[in-house]
């Protein structure tokens, strides 16, 4: 068993994963130094003590605060990159129109950046670094299933919708890590409102340029992504729950509700976990 | 027993909220029983609105307080936006397209879809159904309509963001924010009928990329053109 896969694979889902084990050595040592006195079947209990001391131990309110801040940091920079590399094609837009609304969403991507940031050092925490983003989502080969997305406006649109509808899942995942948060609390709803805002836009966009697969609306149907790309089902699945609070949305009250009704009415929220694997291959290592 | 609107003598009103003030204080909504007494003790012939549910005293609804307090008002609100759509669908304006008359379909599912949700979510704890007035509005003028559907949807995402802060429950505030962000997309919806690149315009979002927030008491002000009922915000947490 080698531990520095283990390691590295977490690493993939969790870049902090060494921070949280303080260094890489230090947790080497600790692992070394159970390794030695336990039988193979109980190493699997062994790591996850490991991690489940790193994990619980690090969490004071505010360091949960600082770490929900930095990760939507770190996706408003894939967002904000995104419009503003985009914007830099000269024979990328159809026209005037389609320029404007990806300028006007480019400018509050950039200001979530700035607000985030400020927000982050207030907090008495230091931004991350803006990752090496791969747009065509080949992590970091530019070679992905995207890597014509400055070159298609129907690509470009794709993952522009992919990235808006992921960023208002996001937002919800974690919001009720940070209930009663006051200030900091509003702002992320305000910051989330304007994505689903941008998610609506862009979709109408693709209903208007012809590049949605059926019936594309300004809101989720189902668990579709009306795109033509496996690659982005990972942001779609679980929108097509209709039980919220356990309360059955279909038929509700006997008002004819439809399933796909149901499941437009209610956004849902992803992991931290679904959000870090999906934007993961738009990320260099 | 459900609701049943019933005219009253004083002593039978008197008897009737002593009994439900009872039943608030065993709810243990001692604050809000308070406000009530008050109430009361003015309480004239009006007919009262006689369930098993947070009532109505001269006709006026008390939202509660708490989380409860903070659902019921989402719910006068989605009420507000379901009765709307569904006036907007039954006379459907002309000039629209096929789609668009589809998609403000869709919205008015949406919204009952909520307004059920909240009712049943609350339970004995839910406001009764509100009345409206929608007479300033002209259902058969797609710009009145539209326009009035923009203000709705805005205003009910201000409504949401300023009051995620005060839930105290995690599960009502995911709730809240599966929601919230659905307005946002009906808004931008609207938006973009009306004006081409509004979607999220200089508006309703600030420099700072902030969407528009409001408090309760800011919501209810402007709702209230259009709510007949007189409706007590008072007992919801403030900040």
Redesign the interface.
């Known amino acids: 068993m080698n531990l520095n896969n283990i390691l590295g694979e977490i690493e993939k889902t969790d870049p902090e994963v060494y921070d949280r084990l303080d260094t890489r050595r230090k947790a080497m040592k600790e692992f070394a130094n159970l390794g030695g006195k336990l039988a193979l079947s109980a190493v699997p209990f062994a790591l996850g003590s490991l991690f489940q001391k790193a994990y619980a131990g690090t969490t004071s309110t505010n360091d949960t605060v600082v770490e929900i801040l930095n990760y939507a940091l770190t996706l408003e920079f894939l967002e904000a990159e995104f419009y503003n590399t985009s914007l830099m094609k000269s024979n990328l837009f159809p026209d005037g129109?389609s320029i404007?609304?990806i300028q006007?969403?480019a400018?509050?991507?950039?200001?979530?950046v700035?607000?985030l940031s400020n927000a982050i050092k207030a907090s008495g925490g230091m931004p991350v670094a803006k990752p090496t983003f791969d747009f065509s989502a080949g992590s970091g080969s530019g070679n992905g299933p995207f890597k014509d997305v400055f070159t298609s406006f129907e690509l470009f649109l794709n993952v522009a919708q992919t990235f808006e509808d992921t960023g208002?899942r996001a937002?919800?995942g974690r919001?009720?890590?940070i209930?009663?948060?006051?200030?900091l609390?509003?702002?992320a709803?305000?910051?989330?409102?304007?994505?689903?805002?941008?998610?609506?836009?862009i979709r109408?966009m693709r209903r208007a340029y012809g590049s949605g697969i059926g019936n594309v609306?300004?809101?989720i149907t189902g668990k579709m992504s009306n795109i033509n790309s496996a690659a982005v089902q990972p942001s779609y699945n679980g929108e097509d729950n209709t039980n919220?609070?356990g309360?059955d949305?279909v038929n509700?009250?006997g008002?004819?509700?439809?399933m796909d009704?149901?499941t437009?009415?209610?956004?849902?929220?992803l992991t931290k976990a679904q959000v870090l694997a999906i934007v993961g291959p738009f990320i260099k290592p | 027993m459900s609701k049943r609107l019933v005219e009253t003598n004083q002593a039978e009103a008197d008897d009737k909220n002593m009994a439900r003030l009872s039943r608030r204080k065993f709810l243990g909504y001692a604050s809000a029983a308070t406000g009530l007494m008050v109430a009361a003790s003015a309480c004239n012939k009006e007919p009262v609105m006689v369930d098993n549910t947070v009532t109505s005293i001269n006709g006026e609804v008390d939202l509660g307080t708490g989380d409860f307090g903070i659902l019921n008002y989402a719910y006068a609100l989605e009420q507000l936006e379901a009765a709307f759509y569904i006036k907007v669908v039954m006379s459907m304006y002309p000039g629209g397209s096929p789609m668009e008359a589809a998609?403000i379909k869709?919205v008015r599912?949406?919204e009952?879809?909520?307004r059920?949700?909240f009712?049943?979510?609350l339970g004995g704890m839910a406001i009764p159904a509100l009345d409206f007035d929608f007479s300033s509005i002209n259902f058969s003028s797609r710009t009145s309509v539209l326009a009035t559907s923009k203000a709705f949807e805005d205003l009910g995402?201000s409504a949401?963001?300023?009051a995620?802060?005060l839930?105290?429950?995690?599960?009502y505030?995911?709730?809240a924010?599966?929601?919230?962000?659905?307005?946002?997309?009906?808004?931008?919806?609207f938006r973009?009928l009306i004006m081409?690149?509004s979607?999220?315009?200089d508006s309703?979002?600030d420099?700072?990329?902030?969407?528009?927030?409001r408090k309760p008491m800011e919501v209810l002000a402007i709702a209230g053109t259009y709510i007949k009922t007189k409706i007590n915000a008072s007992n919801l947490p403030t900040?």
């Open positions: 129109d404007a609304a006007l969403i400018k509050h991507e950039n200001a979530h700035v607000f208002v937002y919800k919001a009720a890590e209930v009663g948060g006051g200030d609390l509003t702002a709803l305000r910051i989330h409102s304007v994505e689903a805002r941008h998610a609506a836009k109408i609306k300004p809101w919220q609070a309360i949305i509700i009250n008002f004819p509700i439809t009704a149901a437009e009415a209610f956004d849902e929220g | 998609l869709d599912d949406h009952i879809a909520h059920e949700f009712k049943n979510a995402v949401y963001n300023g995620g802060r839930l105290k429950s995690p599960d505030l995911v709730l924010g599966k929601i919230v962000s659905v307005e946002a997309r009906h808004a931008a919806y973009e081409m690149n979607f999220a315009d309703v979002v420099a700072m990329g902030l969407d528009v927030t900040y």
